[in-house]
Structure formats: C-alpha cells, structure tokens
C-alpha cells in the first residue's frame, strides 16, 4: 500500500477512534477525483468550531511531531496545525469552524483509494472551491489546472436576502482582471443565472463577451472594447440587471480601466438567463493566468449596499473565505459549485 495512503488510514482512525468529525482534502483527494499526481503530504479538515481548538490540538502534539515552533499558536493564528509523521511526512490539519467547511465534511464520501483503502475524501465539488485563495485582499482563482477549466465564487439568493430569487431589478460592480500568461487562453467575468459577462485579461481588444454558464454558448460573440484591457490590472465592471414583465432581462454592462471605457447592453431572453438565483466571480480556462478580484458591491435597492472590504486569510491547505462588509456587521462568503454560505 502506498505510504500516503496508509498515513491517511492512520489519521482517519486517529480521528474515529475519538468520534471527530473530520475529511481528508488535497492531494489524495485530487488523485481520486482527478488525474493521478504527486503529493508528498496528507491534508485534513478537522471540525473544531471556534474557541473550542486547543484540546484537538493538545491530543495531536501528543502523538505527532510538529513542523514549526510554538505549534499550538500557530495553529490557533492560523487555523491550521503542521504536523510530522514517524516516517517524516508532512501532515496539514485544518481547523475547520466555517459553514463551507461543515458542510464538506458532512458532503464526503467514503471512497476506496486503493484496493481495501477506505478513505473519507472531500466530495468532488466541494474539492473545485479549495482553488481559490486570497492574497492581499485579492481574491486569486488559479491558472493553469488542467481539470478544473470553471471556477466560481457563487452568492446564492437564498442565502444573502432570504428569497429563491434576487430582486427584478439590481447593480453589481467589481473590480477584476487576470495575470500575465496565456492572454487569451482564459478568460474573467460576473455571471447572472446562466448568463456570465466576461472579458479576456492581456488580449488585445479584450474580447468582451457574453456566454451562457452551462454550456458556453455565445449570446453575444468576442467583442472589441475599444482599448486592451492590460494582464496584472484590475478593471472595473458595472452591471445593471432589470428583469421585464415578459421575463427577458436586459443587461447593462460598462468596463473601464481608469481611462478608456466600454459599454454594451443586450436583451436576454428568459429562457437564456433562466432564474436570478445566484451570481458568480468567474474565471474560465485550463490554462494561463490566474484570475483577481476586488472590490465586489451588490446592491439590491436597500439603504445599504453590502462591499467585499477588508479580506482576511485561513491558512488552510488550499481552502479560503472572503469577508464582506455591510455597515459595522462582517459577513464571510464561502464557495462550492452549487452553493454559497455565509456567517454573520
């Protein structure tokens, strides 16, 4: 059996034997739901909750090694514990406390790794959320993954105003764009329903265009904006979504990057756009520059707009959230494919 593969039954045991609720993330996660790759650690989420981390932390010191000094605040600042196996592999245990990372571990499934090697692994659409990070208060979709061309950061309807379905009428603005590589090869935007407005970072011209999500379609063909959106800066974009009484909606978008801006409206018919269910921050490509975003506002028509603001970091693996800002109340959103959660 390989080496990985029986560190993590150890771990997984480790964890049974106490009753944790717990998923096995990363590497062996991508290896099954995936193409095979190299991996050299074992990545964990271990649901901790908040203010509640230290015992969890005191019985793994007790019978793993630590990688860093002072493992214990480090894993209390930065919620994740780095740990040493016997043999000297690496072990990355996160201290899950977030909606997202609840329902991970309650979405897993028990997968046979290798012949008798049962392993509780992330489900494959909670695994394409853990490819986001931020960094600097930008959140940075990856390039360059062969597996994963559609990555999405999803505000569910539901969730942020309590209905199935945004208002027939709202704004959104956003800052976006891409790093240098690939210009052309992938693509940024905001989706509306089914309906993703994007543009091509680095291409000349931009290529702004406008696709349905679930198959790609063009609705409005690579379009020239006038200027060539520069790879490495962030443009500005505002939708202005208004939904008909014949339930077509129609689309005003204007990007612009300081200087030069380009506008174009369209007509989308409902059966195009389907529901105003949830809107996305979107990269799509399998290959070339990461995707950045900053400064996301949706406004619904209620006094206050709610503003990505300060974004704040969890060093877990590759899993991370992004904090909203409505008034002095904090709001931290949480993608997966098809949903998206968020804590007050």
Same mark, same amino acid.
């Given at each position: 059996m390989n080496e990985l593969t029986s560190l993590a039954l150890e771990l997984q045991s480790f964890c049974e034997q106490r009753n944790w609720r717990f998923c096995l993330i990363g590497g062996l996660a991508v290896q099954h739901w995936g193409e095979p790759r190299f991996t050299k650690d074992v990545d964990m989420t271990l649901l901790t909750g908040f203010g509640n981390e230290e015992p969890f932390i005191a019985e793994w010191l007790a019978s793993y090694k630590s990688r860093v000094p002072d493992p214990a605040s480090f894993a209390l600042c930065n919620r994740v514990l780095l740990l040493r196996s016997s043999s000297g592999i690496g072990i990355d245990i996160a201290l899950g406390a977030l909606p997202f990372e609840e329902s991970a571990i309650a979405h897993a499934k028990r997968i046979e790794l290798e012949p008798g090697a049962y392993l509780r692994i992330c489900s494959a659409e909670d695994l394409i959320v853990m490819k986001a990070s931020v960094s600097g208060g930008i959140l940075r979709m990856a390039g360059n993954h062969p597996n994963d061309g559609d990555q999405r950061l999803l505000l569910d309807a539901e969730r942020v105003t309590g209905r199935e379905v945004f208002p027939d009428a709202f704004q959104i603005?956003?800052?976006?764009?891409?790093?240098?590589?690939?210009?052309?090869?992938?693509?940024? =935007?905001?989706?509306?329903?089914?309906?993703?407005?994007?543009? #091509?970072? %680095?291409? *000349?011209?931009?290529?702004?265009r406008i696709e349905r999500v679930d198959n790609h379609w063009p609705l409005i063909g690579n379009t020239a904006m006038g200027f060539d959106p520069p790879a490495g800066k962030l443009l500005r974009l505002h939708l202005d979504v208004q939904r008909r009484p014949s339930g077509d909606v129609e689309i005003q978008a204007v990007l612009s990057n300081g200087g030069p801006t380009f506008r174009k409206s369209v007509v989308l018919a409902a059966g195009e756009i389907g529901k105003l269910d949830h809107i996305g921050l979107d990269?799509?490509?399998?290959? =070339?520059?990461?995707?950045?975003?900053?400064?996301?506002?949706? #406004?619904? %028509?209620? *006094?206050?707009?709610?503003?990505?603001?300060?974004?704040?970091q969890c060093t877990v693996s590759t899993l991370r959230q992004t904090c909203f800002h409505e008034g002095n109340a904090q709001r931290c959103s949480y993608q997966s494919s098809k949903k998206c959660f968020r804590s007050r």
């Open positions: 603005e956003a800052r976006l764009g891409g790093n240098p590589g690939g210009e052309g090869a992938y693509h940024v =935007g905001v989706s509306v329903g089914n309906v993703r407005v994007l543009f #091509h970072p %680095g291409y *000349p011209s931009g290529g702004f990269r799509s490509g399998r290959t =070339g520059g990461d995707g950045l975003f900053d400064d996301f506002v949706l #406004h619904l %028509g209620e *006094p206050r707009p709610w503003r990505a603001s300060g974004s704040i």
